[in-house]
């Protein structure tokens, strides 16, 4: 059985792509989602990953080729993929998303790191902070916007609390591991307390309703 290989959405209002290159040749083994091929377009870098798995067929758009949306690529043949490599590709998959689970905390607060930024970029700068210090934060709330040259990237807080303190303000160039802010957990729980109190003020206003 013979499955295509086409090229995914590009993004919006990107209708072509380059062909960069090719990870694999004709006859090649392939598991499902090993990445196949590298396009580029005038806004960010794809990677088109295998639909499944078994040999590379025949590749119909070489490097330098322009492509369009859903074009095809090239053809695999179902059938004679390697476990091996399926295994190796998850287990770099789950070891990725390690050092951003390393948020270091001590004293009841919270380091806010620069998240990954994405393949070989480097550094981003602190575009703008949405929250000041002293304001309190729920977790996930998003506290700053980072931009690199590919990709704007939005940074979440890691824990609910109060941002104790900026060490990156804005206008700053930060590199993948650096420190952007901190975070205390003394204020986790204040942020339910102006919902209960609009809750109380409402029962008075009821009573002279009537």
Do not use: H, N, Y
Not at 57 to 86: C, N
Not at 145 to 168: C, F, H, Q, R, Y
């Amino acid at each position: 059985m013979t499955t295509e290989v086409r090229v995914p959405t590009l993004g919006e209002s990107v209708t072509e792509a380059t062909v960069a290159t090719w990870f694999k040749k004709p006859g090649d083994s392939v598991a499902v989602d090993e990445m196949l091929c590298e396009l580029e377009t005038d806004k960010v870098t794809v990677e088109v990953p295998s639909p499944a798995a078994g040999t590379m067929g025949e590749i119909v758009a070489a490097e330098g080729d322009t492509v369009g949306v859903d074009a095809l690529l090239a053809t695999i043949s179902e059938g004679g993929a390697k476990p091996a490599k399926d295994g190796a590709a998850k287990a770099e998959k789950q070891d990725t998303p390690a050092p951003e689970a390393k948020a270091k905390s001590g004293g009841g607060s919270t380091d806010v790191m620069v998240p990954t930024l994405g393949e070989s970029v480097t550094e981003a700068t602190v575009s703008t902070w949405f929250k000041a210090v002293g304001d309190t934060v729920a977790q996930d709330e998003m506290l700053c916007e980072l931009e690199t040259d590919k990709v704007s990237v939005e940074v979440p807080a890691p824990v609910a609390g109060v941002l104790a303190e900026i060490t990156a303000p804005e206008g700053t160039t930060v590199d993948a591991k650096a420190k952007l802010g901190v975070i205390s957990g003394d204020g986790a729980g204040a942020a339910p307390a102006p919902a209960a109190k609009a809750e109380t003020a409402a029962q008075p206003a009821a009573a002279s309703a009537s």
